[in-house]
């Protein structure tokens, strides 16, 4: 079974300084991993995502994340963190084990980034 | 492109109603849709994975009977709360993945919010 674990509910950050949302994944097989942002009352928007290659992936607004596969995580990060970052972060797996290819959440992370 | 969008984006209605949400792909064809559950400052329970042209595959501890899931075209899939109870309150999100961009990736839509009186 697939699954990925976000140890912290709450991350509070400095506007300015970095920040790291973690995220650990158990999976058969090959990992696929993605991380997703939800503003209140919104869906989810797709940030970035690990299939293979180069174990720093960047994507939108500046973030990044790490596949470290002998610590089994792929820790969200930015190096300056703004305020408008602050918003629930999902880690998510995507099930490789059927043909539905179902994504498994963690149970989400509160950013809060202050001015 | 690849966007998502869900009708109603809220709805209230009396316990015993039935409720319908609509999940569209609006620029691409979707022959996978999934349906989740969202409860207040929890993450999202899948509930259901909607193929096109055939019935849906619910997750374990989904009523069938209750979460009603239709998806009659490669761009809507529609999910009806029958006799909705205050329990089923929630923010119900649909996902879609676009068979061009491969398995890879979900497209998600921006959410219901159910109230039940």
């Known amino acids: 079974a697939q699954s990925v674990a976000q140890p912290e509910d709450q991350v509070n950050v400095a506007e300015g300084n970095p920040l790291t949302v973690k995220c650990t994944y158990s999976?058969?097989?090959?990992?696929?991993l993605f991380w997703y942002v939800q503003y209140p009352n919104r869906g989810l928007q797709f940030l970035l995502k690990?299939?293979?290659?180069?174990?720093l992936v960047k994507g939108s607004y500046g973030f990044e994340a790490e596949f470290n596969k002998s610590q089994t995580s792929f820790h969200l990060k930015k190096p300056s963190a703004l305020v408008s970052d602050s918003a629930l972060y999902f880690c998510?797996?995507?099930?490789?084990?059927?043909?539905?290819?179902?994504?498994?959440f963690g149970s989400g992370t509160k950013l809060n980034v202050k001015p | 492109g690849a966007v998502v969008s869900q009708h109603p984006s809220w709805v209230i209605c009396k316990s015993g109603t039935s409720v319908k949400i609509e999940c569209r792909s609006l620029?691409?064809?979707?022959?996978?849709m999934f349906w989740y559950r969202q409860f207040p400052k929890q993450s999202l329970m899948l509930m259901a994975t909607?193929?096109?042209?055939?019935?849906?595959?619910?997750e374990q501890g989904v009523e069938k009977d209750k979460f009603l899931i239709n998806h009659a075209s490669l761009t809507l899939s529609t999910l009806t709360v029958t006799s909705a109870h205050p329990e089923d309150s929630s923010f119900y999100i649909c996902?879609?993945?676009?068979?061009?961009?491969?398995?890879?990736?979900?497209?998600f839509g921006p959410g219901t919010r159910l109230t039940v009186l």
């Open positions: 996902s879609a993945r676009d068979v061009q961009r491969g398995l890879n990736e979900q497209f």
């Open positions: 999976v058969s097989g090959n990992p696929y």
């Open positions: 690990y299939i293979t290659g180069d174990n």
């Open positions: 998510a797996v995507r099930d490789t084990e059927n043909n539905f290819n179902k994504f498994y």
């Open positions: 620029d691409f064809q979707a022959t996978t």
């Open positions: 909607s193929n096109e042209g055939s019935k849906a595959t619910y």
